[in-house]
Every structure is written in structure tokens, then in C-alpha cells.
């Protein structure tokens, strides 16, 4: 069974920083493309950005320049370093990935930005 658990959510003021990380087990990480999730109180899941197993990157357009995925294979674990942070980028976080063709996503972590 795979197993995501995410960590580092918080509370922040507008322009403040926080770093989420995602813990995978149960399947070969350096297999698989990671991704991260949002989903604010009235809004639908949205993908933030990808990482694929070669560390390359995709963002939605909101975040670019603000946000930043980055993965480690040994430790397979995955984060997100989001800077300036709007009170729009308030959400729950979540990670998922896909093995063997089907969907696994971590309990989520709120972020919560406020102005």
C-alpha cells in the first residue's frame, strides 16, 4: 500500500514563507512523478506543480516564480517552498502521486495566509 504524509503547514502573514514536505512509502520513488494539490474552502482541487523522477518541474501559473517543488530520491520525500504567499494561496495542501495506475494522496495540510 502507498502511504503520503504530508508535513509543515501553518499560519503566515502576506509576503511570509513555509515549506511543505511529503513522506512517500510503499512504492519506488524514484519511479514515480510527485505532485502537489490545493484546495481552498470554496474552490475545487487545483494542481499546483509536478516533479517528475528527473526533477523536472511544472507549475501552475499563479505560483511560478514564488514557489518551487523539489524531491529527494534517498529520502523520498518531496517538497514545496512557497515565498511571498497571498492570502489567495490559502488552501489545503495535498500530495499525490500515481503507481500502477492508480491515484494516492496524502491527508492534507492546511495553509492558511492572512493579510
Known amino acids: 500500500q502507498v502511504y503520503l504524509v504530508e508535513s509543515g503547514g501553518g499560519s503566515v502573514q502576506h509576503g511570509g514563507s513555509l515549506r511543505l514536505s511529503c513522506k512517500l512509502s510503499?512504492?519506488?520513488?524514484?519511479?514515480?512523478?510527485m505532485a502537489w494539490y490545493r484546495q481552498g474552502p470554496e474552490n475545487e482541487r487545483e494542481l499546483v506543480g509536478s516533479?517528475?523522477?528527473?526533477?523536472?518541474?511544472e507549475y501552475v501559473d499563479s505560483v511560478k516564480a514564488r514557489f518551487t517543488i523539489s524531491r529527494d530520491n534517498i529520502r523520498r520525500m518531496t517538497y514545496l517552498q512557497m515565498n511571498d504567499l497571498r492570502p489567495e494561496d490559502t488552501a489545503k495542501y495535498f500530495c499525490?502521486?500515481?503507481?500502477?495506475?492508480?491515484?494516492?494522496w496524502g491527508q492534507g495540510t492546511q495553509v492558511t495566509v492572512s493579510s
Open positions: 516533479i517528475t523522477p528527473e526533477h523536472t518541474t
Open positions: 510503499g512504492a519506488n520513488f524514484g519511479l514515480v512523478t
Open positions: 499525490y502521486t500515481r503507481n500502477r495506475g492508480r491515484d494516492f
